[in-house]
């Protein structure tokens, strides 16, 4: 809405402020050229990827036993990307989190599936908590400065470029965030979830200066009414902002561990919806802190040595419970070893703070933000119905060079006049019987279709079988479903293991087990 940037420029105006509303996306934030570059931005990082999600918002592609980074996109599972881009930057070490019920299917992912050079640790948790809970419960594991990444997340941005703006402007929090016109919108509804959910919905509005690329504030654009609010003294310092109203989280992040113990203090749940606002709101607070770092290091002495965070073996570390080398659940302290090693990282995250940048009591936390434009590289969430077909589109259509899905075309078994197009992608032992057509679509492993099957712009998940005379035009299949002979799906999606009537004519439909008895035969 223009109602409140109207109302924010008029009363910026009458306070002599400046500031400039334009699409941000447009320019190229935290260019890595105005920073020192980084050999490998592997080095002196940690890398954690969230991969517990269960895909509520994906409703109903994920399965009740299996994580939503496991679904496919462009045959290969969506948490197979964040590795690769890991092991592209450097990194030789990754942390992966997940359920404690998705462990098993992970681990065999990893084992079987990834084959990759990075040395996987699987962390499961206690059940499905929110981001911020699942960082809050590794905290003996993270040492230094880590990078957070969901498994819903597919990109090929430079991380490089996070790092070097994270370590001049000496951040607490550097976050990534792409443009609302990186994907294009795919052209069909792909059924009636999708075609409510508008990616634009989520957009959040974010202040930028120019000059530091600091972020002074983010807010979702449904949480503001008519008005939105600036601290006099954060325009007193910042007198020009870009103002954008058409970027997306993308939900890849840069912390500082001190942001564990601002999670822990504060009891917080979630990294969107409570870590990251809590860290911009509290820029430029003298006190912000001060509950973290707590009110009786803040005379202590300084001292050099105490700047090492994990050096010394000033801090008490917590046993790790390990069965199979690969897996390991945090084992919770007494209380007494917990405020033994809360008093050592108060003093420890003081002194940090006060070795490496001028000391001001109120610029302590700083956030910074990296945008991929429009052009510049790849940045997709595949995080609702919607955004989870456009990835998979986007990736049919050849946009993503660096990671390209493979296709087992030349080896599948078709029949006499069956056709596979260019444009579409198969997986291992497809078979197809005869006068078959495939066109822009994605077919997993062990697919089998029979005579004069049509399939146009639709995602088929492994071991999926279709009968004979079926038409399928723009849906999503689930793994293990039947589609029985003669079926007709437009706009469709059918959930893991779910058997389609014969005969069945379905448009703008979630076929599920609660749905069997409202289908037309």
Same mark, same amino acid.
């Given at each position: 809405?223009?109602?409140?940037?109207?109302?924010?420029?008029?009363?910026?105006?009458?306070?002599?402020?400046?500031?400039?509303? #334009?699409?941000?996306?447009?320019?190229?934030?935290?260019?890595?050229?105005?920073?020192?570059?980084?050999?490998?931005?592997?080095?002196?990082?940690?890398?954690?990827?969230?991969?517990?999600?269960?895909?509520?918002?994906?409703?109903?592609?994920?399965?009740?036993?299996?994580?939503?980074?496991?679904?496919?996109?462009?045959?290969?599972?969506?948490?197979?990307?964040?590795?690769?881009?890991?092991?592209?930057?450097?990194?030789?070490?990754?942390?992966?989190?997940?359920?404690?019920?998705?462990?098993? !299917?992970?681990?065999?992912?990893?084992? +079987?599936?990834?084959?990759?050079?990075?040395?996987?640790?699987?962390?499961?948790? !206690?059940?499905?908590?929110?981001?911020?809970?699942?960082?809050?419960?590794? =905290?003996?594991?993270?040492?230094?400065?880590?990078?957070?990444?969901?498994?819903?997340?597919?990109?090929?941005?430079?991380?490089?470029?996070?790092?070097?703006?994270?370590?001049?402007?000496?951040? #607490? #929090?550097?976050?990534?965030?792409?443009?609302? !016109?990186?994907?294009?919108?795919?052209?069909?509804?792909?059924?009636?979830?999708?075609?409510?959910?508008?990616?634009?919905? *989520?957009?959040?509005?974010?202040?930028?200066?120019?000059?530091?690329?600091?972020?002074?504030?983010?807010? @979702?654009?449904?949480?503001?009414?008519?008005?939105?609010?600036?601290?006099?003294?954060?325009?007193?310092?910042?007198?020009?902002?870009?103002?954008?109203?058409?970027?997306?989280?993308?939900?890849?992040?840069? $912390?500082?561990?001190?942001?564990? +113990?601002?999670?822990? *203090?504060?009891?917080?749940?979630?990294?969107?919806?409570?870590?990251?606002?809590?860290?911009?709101?509290?820029?430029?607070?003298?006190?912000?802190?001060?509950?973290?770092?707590?009110?009786?290091?803040?005379?202590?002495?300084?001292?050099?040595?105490?700047?090492?965070?994990?050096?010394?073996?000033?801090?008490?570390?917590?046993?790790?419970?390990?069965?199979?080398? #690969?897996?390991?659940?945090?084992?919770?302290?007494?209380?007494?070893?917990?405020?033994?090693?809360?008093?050592?990282?108060?003093?420890?995250? =003081?002194?940090?703070?006060?070795?490496? =940048?001028?000391?001001?009591?109120?610029?302590?936390?700083?956030?910074?933000?990296?945008?991929?434009?429009?052009?510049?590289?790849?940045?997709?969430?595949?995080?609702?119905?919607?955004?989870?077909? @456009?990835?998979?589109?986007?990736?049919?259509?050849?946009?993503?060079?660096? $990671?390209?899905?493979?296709?087992?075309?030349?080896?599948?078994?078709?029949?006499?006049?069956?056709?596979?197009?260019?444009?579409?992608?198969?997986?291992?032992?497809?078979?197809?019987?005869?006068?078959?057509?495939?066109?822009?679509?994605?077919?997993?492993?062990?697919?089998?279709?029979?005579?004069?099957?049509?399939?146009?712009?639709?995602?088929?998940?492994?071991?999926?079988?279709?009968?004979?005379?079926?038409?399928?035009?723009?849906?999503?299949?689930?793994?293990?479903?039947?589609?029985?002979?003669?079926?007709?799906? !437009?706009?469709?999606?059918?959930? $893991?293991?779910?058997?389609?009537?014969?005969?069945?004519?379905?448009?703008?439909?979630?076929?599920?087990?609660? *749905?069997?008895?409202?289908?037309?035969?």
């Amino acid at each position: 809405s223009l109602s409140p940037l109207l109302r924010l420029v008029h009363a910026i105006h009458r306070a002599s402020y400046r500031i400039i509303v #334009m699409d941000i996306a447009s320019n190229s934030l935290g260019d890595s050229s105005a920073a020192p570059a980084l050999a490998r931005s592997g080095h002196g990082f940690q890398a954690v990827i969230l991969a517990g999600g269960d895909g509520s918002r994906i409703y109903p592609l994920a399965k009740p036993v299996s994580p939503k980074a496991l679904l496919p996109i462009g045959n290969r599972p969506m948490l197979w990307y964040q590795l690769k881009l890991l092991e592209e930057h450097g990194f030789s070490e990754v942390i992966v989190v997940t359920q404690k019920a998705f462990e098993e !299917k992970v681990a065999r992912f990893l084992g +079987e599936g990834y084959q990759g050079s990075l040395k996987v640790e699987i962390v499961r948790i !206690k059940s499905n908590e929110g981001t911020a809970a699942a960082l809050r419960q590794i =905290r003996p594991k993270i040492k230094t400065n880590f990078f957070v990444l969901s498994s819903d997340v597919v990109t090929d941005v430079l991380l490089h470029r996070m790092a070097d703006v994270h370590t001049v402007n000496d951040a #607490m #929090m550097t976050m990534l965030a792409a443009s609302t !016109k990186t994907v294009e919108k795919g052209k069909s509804s792909a059924a009636s979830p999708c075609a409510a959910d508008d990616p634009h919905a *989520e957009a959040d509005v974010i202040a930028v200066d120019p000059s530091s690329t600091r972020v002074l504030y983010l807010a @979702s654009q449904s949480d503001i009414d008519i008005s939105m609010s600036f601290r006099r003294k954060m325009l007193r310092k910042f007198s020009s902002l870009h103002l954008s109203t058409s970027l997306l989280d993308a939900h890849v992040y840069l $912390f500082s561990p001190l942001v564990l +113990e601002i999670m822990e *203090e504060n009891g917080m749940q979630s990294i969107k919806g409570e870590l990251v606002p809590w860290l911009v709101r509290n820029q430029f607070r003298k006190n912000a802190l001060s509950s973290v770092l707590g009110e009786s290091c803040a005379n202590e002495p300084f001292s050099r040595a105490d700047s090492t965070m994990s050096g010394g073996g000033a801090e008490p570390t917590s046993p790790v419970a390990s069965d199979g080398g #690969m897996s390991g659940e945090i084992t919770p302290r007494t209380p007494r070893e917990e405020q033994d090693r809360h008093n050592v990282r108060h003093r420890q995250h =003081r002194a940090l703070l006060k070795s490496t =940048r001028e000391y001001d009591e109120s610029d302590l936390i700083r956030c910074c933000i990296v945008v991929s434009g429009p052009g510049e590289a790849t940045c997709i969430r595949a995080h609702t119905l919607q955004s989870y077909v @456009s990835a998979n589109r986007y990736l049919l259509a050849g946009k993503y060079a660096k $990671f390209s899905p493979v296709s087992h075309a030349d080896s599948a078994d078709c029949g006499d006049r069956s056709v596979i197009s260019k444009e579409a992608i198969v997986g291992e032992n497809f078979r197809a019987g005869e006068k078959c057509s495939v066109k822009k679509s994605t077919i997993g492993a062990n697919v089998s279709v029979g005579n004069a099957v049509k399939i146009l712009n639709s995602i088929i998940h492994d071991n999926v079988v279709v009968e004979d005379d079926c038409v399928l035009n723009n849906v999503v299949i689930c793994g293990n479903a039947v589609i029985r002979k003669g079926s007709s799906l !437009k706009d469709c999606q059918v959930a $893991f293991g779910f058997e389609v009537p014969a005969g069945s004519d379905c448009q703008n439909e979630a076929l599920t087990a609660d *749905e069997l008895e409202n289908i037309v035969i």
